[in-house]
């Protein structure tokens, strides 16, 4: 199996979301558990391909599968009935759990942000600008602690403002690039507000949203 994520559900017992659904693993025996199933369901979505896994601050696991977004409780594997994102895949998840929102990405076509609001048991659909267009995968997110949601693709940077609900372009520096496409491979914000940005076959940049220069 390929594991794309994990999280402890359980003191000493992690869930790994896997190509083969979500699969326990005791760390005290040293065994892996069968695959969580739905006490509901036999053919839950959770069974599906899992790529991403969290377990938010009441103990409730979220898991984004290629089926859907989903959440289960650890203690009686059932699965709670919020509305979920089905069947839109939930590849990689970014969480807000003081906003009460739950992030997605969605590439290879309708290239978009959606975002899920607990509170209201809703999405948005938020599509990226020329994304579908130009083929630029958003692959990876970060949200900031001014509240801006930065979205890496396979072409470059854009920012969403949540209040404002739209997008800018974020202007990557020509120098370092030197005519090569901007592949952001992963964006990360550090505990001084810094973003650092890695460009495949160029590096590591780091960008200062105060003086809105990179270092």
């Not at 009935?81 to 895949?89: A, D, Q, V």
């Not at 939930?90 to 609001?117: M, T």
């Not at 599509?127 to 970060?142: C, L, N, R, V």
Request: charged share 25%; with cysteine; aromatic share 14%.
């Amino acid at each position: 199996n390929i594991v794309f994520d994990l999280t402890e559900a359980e003191p000493g017992v992690f869930w790994l979301a896997t190509n083969a659904g979500v699969i326990p693993f005791d760390l005290n025996q040293q065994q892996f558990n069968p695959a969580i199933r739905d006490s509901f369901d036999s053919k839950a979505v959770i069974n599906w391909e899992a790529h991403a896994i969290h377990k938010d601050s009441e103990g409730i696991i979220w898991i984004g599968t290629i089926m859907g977004l989903c959440n289960v409780n650890p203690h009686q594997q059932e699965f709670l009935r919020h509305p979920l994102w089905t069947p839109l895949p939930a590849w990689k998840i970014l969480v807000d759990e003081d906003a009460g929102r739950y992030y997605n990405l969605k590439f290879y076509d309708n290239r978009s942000l959606f975002i899920y609001d607990v509170a209201k048991r809703s999405y948005k659909r938020y599509p990226i600008p020329g994304a579908d267009q130009t083929k630029a995968e958003p692959f990876t997110f970060i949200k900031d602690r001014r509240g801006k949601i930065w979205i890496g693709t396979t072409r470059g940077i854009f920012i969403f403002d949540e209040v404002e609900e739209s997008f800018q372009r974020f202007q990557l520096p020509t120098e370092p690039l030197a005519g090569r496409v901007p592949y952001v491979a992963e964006l990360l914000e550090d505990k001084a507000g810094h973003i650092w940005i890695a460009v495949r076959a160029v590096g590591l940049l780091r960008y200062n949203p105060e003086n809105k220069r990179f270092d």
